[in-house]
């Protein structure tokens, strides 16, 4: 088994752009250069309808007749006129990684399944390990980050979590990865490739959409599954925890829906962000600062600046990522910046002008750069006179890369190989 997911991933090297959509089938779109890319593949079918078996012995190739469940997809790219262009078709995805009696050499199935595109463009889509790390029990139980949580208010209860390091809710998981990489020229409005930081041809966006056809039927005789009908957006991202922290329950549907574009209706809820209201409360004595802002009322034009129109040249030395006024939930990569020779999981908070929010690389700590954002060590930037509280630059959810069992790979995907299902069953 797999857990899906739709969550774009965003990283440069110095000629190309790399995008992830962890999910079965994706729509990544890309502003500026106003192209989009499209996956989308068809339910596998069955080669032997005779036995119950996903494959009757081991699958050493992606055509192996011992395997009963292929499973294949095309790529087409559309231009902001609309035009498309199919760059792939019938690709074939990798099998799922059973163990080691079915799939004795996984890495050669994987090295097998990425499709060169041509133009320096290639695609893999299939099994990956998690790379996304957090602490879901910890952020979900009111709020209560592990390394925190001696401070916690803890609600007058008696028995409460004492403070230690975090837990991965995310360990020994696979995902459904659609990988992408394309020049840089490919993104960039009219083609531009350069190093002047500033100019804004050099900032892209990038969002991921999930869609369903309206229509689903079943065939009990042949025991087949069929979409029809127009494609209905179901679902979206681009900034993490954009949708699970920043939109309320009852708007999520909706926004899932929507495009960018019309983000400006969300604005009001990064501006006064319902976690950060929370923070003093939920931990007393230690964000004394925050709070003061949150009473004050003052709109957290530093958020506005992060996740809906990038942050403009000025605020930070050699760095912008700023798309215009219009206020959009997009994954905002400024091209022009080269990769770090020294990278740091807390991205531009830490110095890292390669890093999360720019862009989004597999290894980012998103969700401490976010929480800390939101706990006010991002407001200086655009308020001098404002002291963040210490903690702000400490809270986190406890976890890191290190606690991953499967190391990322230094090369596309860059997803580590997925846990087999022999030694991991509940993967």
Partial sequence: MCRYRRRPVVRTSTSSVTTFATRSTSTTTVTAGRTSATSSGSPPRCATRTTFLYNTGPILTLDSPNWNRRQFYSVTR?????????????????????????????????????QNLGSKRRVFAGQRAEGFYVDLGAIFDLLDPRPFADAHTTFGLNKFPQSGPGVNATKNLNVHTIALQVPVTDLTRSGWRGGDVNDPRATIGVWTTASRQRVRMLDT???????????????????????EVIVPMGRKDFWNTQSPEGDARFA?????????????????????????????????????????????????????????????????????????????????LDGDLAGFPNGRRVFDDVVAIELRAIAGATYALVDKNYTPDQAAAQVDDGVTPDDLDIPYLDRFPYLGVPHDGFTNPWT
């Fill in 78 to 114: 559309k231009d902001g006129r609309g035009r498309a262009q199919q760059l792939g078709r019938r690709l074939p995805c990798p099998p799922c990684n059973i163990g080691p009696l079915s799939t004795p050499d996984y890495n050669a199935l994987a090295d097998a399944a990425v």
């Fill in 221 to 243: 005789e042949l025991n087949n599954t069929w979409s029809t009908g127009p494609y209905r957006q179901v679902s979206r991202l681009a900034n993490p925890l954009f949708n």
């Fill in 268 to 348: 009001k809820f990064v501006a006064k962000p319902e976690v950060a209201g929370l923070l003093p409360g939920l931990f007393p004595g230690v964000f004394p600062n925050l709070d003061v802002l949150n009473k004050s009322g003052t709109p957290r034009a530093d958020l506005l600046a992060i996740l809906l129109t990038g942050i403009p040249a000025g605020l930070i030395p050699g760095f912008q990522n700023f798309t215009g006024k219009t206020q959009a939930d997009l994954m905002r990569l400024n091209t022009a910046i080269p990769p770090s020779g020294q990278p740091s999981i807390f991205g531009l």
